[in-house]
């Protein structure tokens, strides 16, 4: 069987797409859900199909213990990552961005996150040229929309469509 053919597609106005793990998208909401009315977030891991032309975001990782968040920001920490993104890098998973939470806020990104993505394309450190951010905006009670975009160092490149997360993993059966 296909390992991708679970795999929630969402596209861009530029017919360029994304794909979604659902128990990636279950993992953040969860977290969402266990820290109502303030931003919570974490790393995007994944791939690149074969052709590199179309990311895959396979796992959320959960904050670390050093972030600081509050009702509209959020700073991701880095305490323990390393050691966690080199067991996933030995997995096979790549860095491919960032997600974060808007409660009750918009789906668009703030300047701030645009400064930041922008950094991260342009960081030797990261070694991504074109990374993704995920913001998941709504609650617990209203639910959560999910919305993806690409960077590249000097801003967003593609807005992919926002997507009722509640609603795409119910047809995901999670
Ligand atoms: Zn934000």
Known sequence: MDPDSD???????KS?????????????IRQANLSPGRETGGVLLGRFTGDKSVPIIYKCL????????????FSRGT??????????FVRGYQYIGEWH?????PSQPSCRDHLTMARIARSACYQIADPLLMILSGSEARGWKAAVRRYNKMGVTDRF??????????EHEL
Do not use: W, Y
């Not at 797409?17 to 953040?28: D, H, Q, R, S």
């Not at 469509?161 to 119910?170: D, P, R, T, Y």
């Open 16 to 28: 360029r797409e994304v794909l979604l793990n659902p128990g990636a998208l279950a993992a953040a």
């Open 79 to 88: 305490r323990g990552l390393a050691t966690l993104l080199r067991r996933e």
């Open 7 to 13: 795999l929630i597609r969402i596209r861009s106005s």
């Open 161 to 170: 469509a926002e997507i009722e997360a509640s609603a795409a993993l119910l």
């Open 62 to 73: 959960p904050s670390t213990s050093d972030c600081q968040h509050s009702r509209a920001s």
């Open 101 to 105: 939470t808007h409660p009750d806020g």
